[in-house]
Structure formats: C-alpha cells, structure tokens
C-alpha cells in the first residue's frame, strides 16, 4: 500500500468545509468553529512531520481538530465554578408540580435524536463531497448549499449551463452511491 | 439525448426548482414507464431532502482566503 501524503495547500479547498461542519456541529458558535478549524490547519502543519502516512489526510485532521474542540471546552470550563450547571427554577414562581420532575428530560422527545442524526448526515454528506473531482464539488456546494443561481455559477465559473447541469447530476449520482445505504428509504 | 438522459437532466433541475412544468410533465410521462429512471429519480428527490435534512454549512471565500494566507505566514 501506498503510503498517504500530506498536501497542505490543498487543505482549505479540500477539507475546510467538512472539518467547519464538524466543528459547528459541537460549539455551535460559528466564529469559534472557524477558529478551530483555522488552528487545526495551523497545528497539521507543525506537526506535519509526526505524520506517518498510514491514515488518509483527512482523518488525521478530523483527529487534531477533535482534540481541539475538547481542549476548547477544557478552557471555557477551567475557572471553577463555570463547569457547573445553572438553571433556575424560581422564574415560574407560580408553577405547580414537583421541581425535579419537571427538569427531567422528556422521554418522549425526539428532539436530541434528531439533532444527533442530523449532525451526523452532516458530516457523511460532507465527507462524500470532498471525495468528488475538485470542480464538481465546487459546483455542487454553491448551487445546494449555498443556494447560488445557476447563471451566477455560470458567470463565475466560467461555464455554460449544461456543463453545470452535467456536472451536478455526476456529483448528485456520485452522492447517492457514496453516502450509505442506511439514509436512503429505496 | 437519450429519453432517460433528458429525464434524468429535468429531474436534476427539479431538484432545485428549476424544471418548466411542461418539463415536469414529460418527466412524469416518463416515469411512468420507465422503472429504473423513476427509482433514480426517487432517489434523487431524497438526496435533497437529505442534504435540507442536514442543514450543511459552508465557510464563505472570503474566510477560506484569509485561512490560505494565515497558513503560509
């Protein structure tokens, strides 16, 4: 097998969305998610000589940047006392029932399983993407994700509409055959 | 172009709301008789709402520049 090599100056094209979605995925604060990924690229390239080439470039920077995010909350969470966890009850003074009941997390709720599973589309949606040809992932990010017309993607790319829409159903093919059968219903 | 090429291309651009309802027509005449195109499709439809579902994020060029030249400082 052929050793993995590192190529920093294609990081930012390549991994910075996958590895921002990731990271706004668990502070949820866009500019700090930003941050994060900015010093993970920052600390890839120190440690770049560290690399031994048996993961592929992007898991290894999955890997920094998910020590990152925990040395991030290690260091919101160092001065005592803000690790813990407020709430306050005596806002509804007049509410009835037992306090500690009602603070309890509703079993019925699908809302944290949803968000998991979201996050994680998110992130398989992502990876899929940085796997296509540079070009067809451009093109695709700015029309589904950022929601671009196709005639400024065309102005700005330089290319006529059915290249676009050539290039769009090759990444949306690709897509469907890369992101795992378990999101699909058919 | 191919029928299916062509109902492949219109069910591309509905994806994005961007398919004529003439287009959208033919593409359901198509569909119609055509099984393995109205599974593509399908599944098309469901690449979308996956990629809704996801709520997909996206650093702007602007922010990737300043990423680019902060790495080569």
């Known amino acids: 097998m052929i050793p993995n090599t590192l190529n920093p100056e294609t990081w930012v094209d390549q991994y910075a969305d996958y590895l921002f979605n990731y990271a706004v995925s668990r502070v949820s604060d866009i500019e700090i998610a930003k941050d994060l990924v900015q010093d993970t690229f920052i600390a890839g390239l120190k440690s770049a000589k560290n690399f031994k080439g048996d993961a592929s470039e992007r898991t290894w920077l999955i890997a920094i940047l998910k020590r990152k995010v925990i040395d991030y909350y290690r260091k919101i969470n160092s001065n005592k006392g803000k690790a813990e966890v407020r709430m306050s009850y005596s806002s509804q003074t007049d509410a009835e029932g037992d306090w500690l009941e009602e603070k309890v997390a509703d079993p019925n709720s699908v809302l944290e399983n949803d968000s998991l599973e979201n996050e994680e589309l998110g992130e398989a949606i992502q990876e899929c993407i940085s796997k296509l040809p540079k070009k067809q992932a451009l093109v695709f990010t700015m029309k589904t994700i950022q929601g671009v017309s196709t005639e400024e993607i065309c102005n700005e790319l330089n290319i006529n509409p059915s290249n676009l829409w050539v290039m769009i159903h090759r990444s949306r093919t690709a897509l469907m055959e890369c992101l795992n059968q378990k999101w699909f219903n058919v | ?73």
């Open chain 2, 1 to 73: 172009m191919s029928p299916c090429e062509k109902a492949a291309l219109i069910c591309d651009k509905a994806q994005y709301n961007e398919a004529t309802f003439i287009e959208k027509l033919q593409l359901m005449y198509h569909l119609y008789r055509c099984k393995r195109c109205a599974k593509h499709s399908k599944k098309n439809g469901e690449l979308t709402s996956l990629c809704n579902k996801a709520r997909l994020q996206v650093l702007s060029e602007n922010d990737k520049v300043s990423m680019k030249e902060k790495l080569k400082s």
